[in-house]
T-cell receptor
């Protein structure tokens, strides 16, 4: 198993550009999520999905879109990048069900800089 | 709403010292899970431990130990005989039951631990 993979590892954008951060998992996990990590603020949830075709907003969703057409993939789209979106982005997945342990598996992260 | 607080922003110790990282949480759920993650300088998140709200037994794994106290809503992490390789940012996190949260994690701000030789 490759686990959770993210591409790219690094990206530099100019203000106003759009891009998609890719996330894929091969563990057949139902739950996937995106977090951003900023200095002194820990990780904050952007969007999450509890299964294919179902997504919902997390704590900091503004400026980001997601979709979940397959169980394996959960891309994060920045429609018009802003300097405030400079951050490290982590994708995570979980197999948890009722009574489960809620353990999340994290990808290696994408470091995004918006100039 | 749930919240996790790690009041210690940075800790610096000398190798072989014991160090405790504090974590205090808030939640209205009776079923929840607590986690600790390590983030070394390379940047990945390394899972250390998970504890559910019904299991208050302390846990020891090698030089690591965890003290879960529901009465004070704390889940503290102790490293015994610290080593330089323990230098990292450590995150405490909380997840409510799958039925209510879908495994969403709320993270604390993190504690930067530096172990000096």
């Amino acid at each position: 198993n490759a686990g959770v993979t993210q591409t790219p590892k690094f990206q530099v954008l100019k203000t106003g550009q759009s891009m998609t951060l890719q996330c894929a998992q091969d563990m057949n996990h139902e739950y996937m999520s995106w977090y951003r990590q900023d200095p002194g603020m820990g990780l904050r949830l952007i969007h999450y999905s509890v299964g294919a075709g179902i997504t919902d907003q997390g704590e900091v969703p503004n400026g980001y879109n997601v979709s979940r057409s397959t169980t394996e993939d959960f891309p994060l789209r920045l429609l018009s990048a802003a300097p405030s979106q400079t951050s490290v982005y982590f994708c995570a997945s979980s197999y948890s069900r009722t009574g489960g342990t809620n353990e999340q598996f994290f990808g290696p992260g994408t470091r995004l800089t918006v100039l | 709403a749930q919240k996790v607080t790690q009041a210690q922003t940075e800790i610096s110790v000398v190798e072989k010292e014991d160090v405790t990282l504090d974590c205090v949480y808030e939640t209205r759920d009776t079923t929840y899970y607590l986690f600790w993650y390590k983030q070394p300088p390379s940047g990945e998140l390394v899972f250390l431990i998970r504890r559910n709200s019904f299991d208050e037994q302390n846990e020891i794994s090698g030089r690591y130990s965890w003290n879960f106290q529901k009465s004070t809503s704390s889940f503290n992490f102790t490293i015994t005989a610290s080593q330089v390789v323990d230098s990292a940012v450590y995150f405490c996190a909380l997840s409510e039951a799958w039925e209510t949260s879908g495994s969403r994690l709320t993270f604390g701000e993190g504690t930067q631990l530096t172990v000096n030789p």
